[in-house]
């Protein structure tokens, strides 16, 4: 059974349970600020889990492209995508604990046809600091299903992975209770960080045993379900919304409760296939296997290099194909960043020329059967990856030329590291092409390759300094905000009192900013009322906020960005933008870290201004919920 007939038997499945089927949201949410993608099944549902009324009912499903790009680095190893559908169904108020895990369970075992033997679930072992209970009811439940196909389910107490990793399991064990760190769902995560007025509840995860050889006892400790090793594999997690946290931090139960259900349809269909790496399912394994025919190597011996092109290049179809175009700008640039990484694993593959016009057309056939309402660019989509592919292209191009002006006879990893940081070429492609070339390379090219990079590290960091004298308390999300809202005064300033005005310091914690200024007069009411409202203007716009790593010249004579210590500053700098990346509100060089909307910062308000010091004003400012 392929993955495409997995997904059409759920959504058939879960009709003949009472549901009804929903569209799919798109990748790229409207209004929406917190997120970059949709990153679970659940997202666009979110107001419907708080209470509100769904126009289809109180039994939904669905199955919903997902992308999670903090999961980029993790990608190569046989599990680990950034772009995966999950397959989710939902009780609004209806239907509950043993409705739905009996429901899950006969869809593995009778729709799939997955061994229940190779079942093993998790339950939430309660917070007596909260005064929330174990779910024994779940526990039970799984008890009576389990037996009913013949199957002993002895339950096990864990608490923390952890522990998991030093106790393993016991003979005849099937049921194990973790922590709120494994087995509870809020927005928030634990119990202790659930937010105020939120619904939350204990989970029970579903995991398939692919066998007991693929153990790693050394590296990840002895196997049960919440360990890292390759053995175990969730494939499915049922949240069960029974609680909401209160004003004063303790937890109610709720009158109608919610099931929110997610299951990872790579993962099933891995486990139908009974094999680990997901990427021998139907949506990756013909992907793969025309990267074997263009590049002549086999995918066993060059696993991480093909997984990271197959799981991009289907992440960047399903983005172009929903009309989104690679760009400087939030997804746009997450869309270029996928689609050059994978060209450059195409290159660590032997494949040194265009290749997407094979690979694209065997993604969209993969993903024939997503519906039009997302994919609505699917005529356009090739051509636009065709696009950058060349862009990209050129720049490689514009990198090995700069390689052949060095003529040095034995250039060092501080060249190297100059071309990869200028131009974009990769330090492994500097390497191959000077082997290709007869070009000598120092002995210890790689260490002073990455001292360099170490040096432009503390440069970058030395120049952040130079501009936010005393920084940001810490990178927690409310002084990221005020920091975000710091540059947004700035230019509300610069367009309403004077162009002239530069920073002159700031302090920035997670209850204020502070913001230090030239200007030779004390700021009337009627300024400070006018600054104070074009920056709020700005927040309601909910202007995007996005980066990008340029050369100082470039970054200082083209882009026209801000910055007072061009001469501190390292040749490659990071610059932000708010706004129209042609026609921006703000663009500072800047170390970061930024929202990446301004309409999450709240209201800004001025609460003073004041002299600082001869020629230089203060203003102290704070960001008010809406």
Request: proline share 4%; with cysteine.
């Amino acid at each position: 059974m392929d993955a495409n007939q997995i997904r059409q038997k759920f959504l058939n499945f879960q009709v003949k349970k009472g549901h009804k089927i929903i569209q799919p949201a798109p990748l790229v949410l409207e209004n929406d600020p917190t997120t970059l993608f949709t990153g679970s099944g659940m997202q666009p549902l979110l107001p419907y889990l708080l209470g509100k009324e769904h126009p289809e009912g109180t039994r939904l499903a669905d199955s919903q492209p997902s992308m999670r790009l903090q999961d980029i680095e993790d990608v190569g190893d046989p599990r680990h995508t950034t772009v995966f559908e999950m397959l989710g169904n939902w009780s609004l108020g209806d239907y509950f604990k043993e409705e739905q895990i009996r429901n899950f369970f006969e869809f593995l075992t009778k729709e799939v046809g997955l061994d229940p033997a190779k079942i093993y679930v998790t339950c939430f072992i309660g917070n007596e600091e909260y005064d929330i209970p174990k779910d024994t009811e779940a526990a039970k439940i799984w008890q009576k299903v389990f037996s009913e196909a013949g199957i002993e389910a002895k339950i096990a107490e864990i608490g923390s992975a952890a522990d998991g990793d030093r106790r393993g399991i016991k003979p005849g064990e099937r049921i194990f209770f973790y922590d709120d760190h494994e087995n509870w769902w809020s927005r928030g995560g634990g119990c202790e960080t659930t937010p105020i007025g939120d619904p939350c509840g204990p989970d029970s995860e579903v995991f398939y045993d692919f066998g007991e050889e693929l153990q790693d006892e050394a590296k990840y400790g002895l196997a049960h379900p919440a360990s890292d090793g390759a053995r175990f594999m969730e494939i499915g997690n049922q949240v069960f919304m029974q609680y909401r946290r209160n004003e004063d931090g303790t937890f109610s139960e709720l009158a109608k409760k919610n099931v929110d259900f997610g299951g990872g349809l790579e993962r099933i269909a891995a486990a139908a296939i009974g094999s680990f790496d997901v990427f021998k399912i139907s949506l990756m394994k013909p992907i793969i296997d025309k990267l074997e025919e263009i590049s002549g190597k086999k995918y066993d011996n060059n696993t991480d290099e093909m997984r990271v092109i197959a799981d991009h290049i289907r992440g960047a179809y399903l983005l172009a194909a929903q009309g989104l175009t690679p760009s400087n700008k939030t997804q746009g640039y997450a869309m270029r960043r996928l689609i050059r990484r994978a060209i450059l694993r195409a290159l660590d593959l032997g494949i040194s020329a265009n290749f997407l016009a094979e690979i694209v057309p065997i993604v969209a056939e993969n993903y024939k059967e997503l519906p039009d309402s997302i994919l609505t660019h699917r005529e356009s989509a090739l051509d636009v990856l065709l696009k950058e592919e060349n862009v990209f292209r050129k720049t490689l191009n514009k990198g090995l030329k700069e390689l052949n002006k060095m003529n040095k006879r034995i250039l060092s990893g501080y060249d190297l590291f100059k071309l990869q940081d200028t131009y974009g070429f990769p330090l492994e492609l500097s390497v191959e092409e000077c082997y290709r070339e007869g070009i000598e390379l120092t002995k210890n090219y790689r260490e002073e390759f990455e001292e360099a990079l170490r040096e432009q590290r503390e440069r970058s960091q030395t120049a952040s300094k130079g501009m936010f004298k005393g920084g940001l308390e810490d990178h927690g999300e409310q002084t990221v905000k005020y920091h975000t809202a710091c540059h947004l005064l700035l230019a509300a300033l610069q367009k309403l009192i004077s162009p002239d005005i530069v920073q002159k310091g700031s302090n920035i914690t997670a209850d204020r900013v502070r913001f230090d200024f030239n200007l030779d007069h004390k700021m009337t009411p009627e300024e400070i009322a006018a600054v104070e409202n074009q920056v709020n203007e700005w927040v309601e716009a909910d202007l995007p906020v996005v980066f990008d790593e340029y050369e100082k010249a470039y970054a200082r004579d083209t882009l026209r960005a801000h910055g007072q210590f061009w001469d501190k500053y390292p040749e490659i700098l990071k610059v932000y933008t708010i706004g129209d990346f042609d026609n921006p509100i703000s663009r500072e060089v800047c170390g970061g870290p930024h929202v990446e909307h301004t309409g999450v910062l709240g209201h800004f308000k001025v609460k003073k201004e004041e002299s600082s010091s001869a020629g230089v004003r203060r203003i102290k400012a704070i960001l008010e919920e809406k």
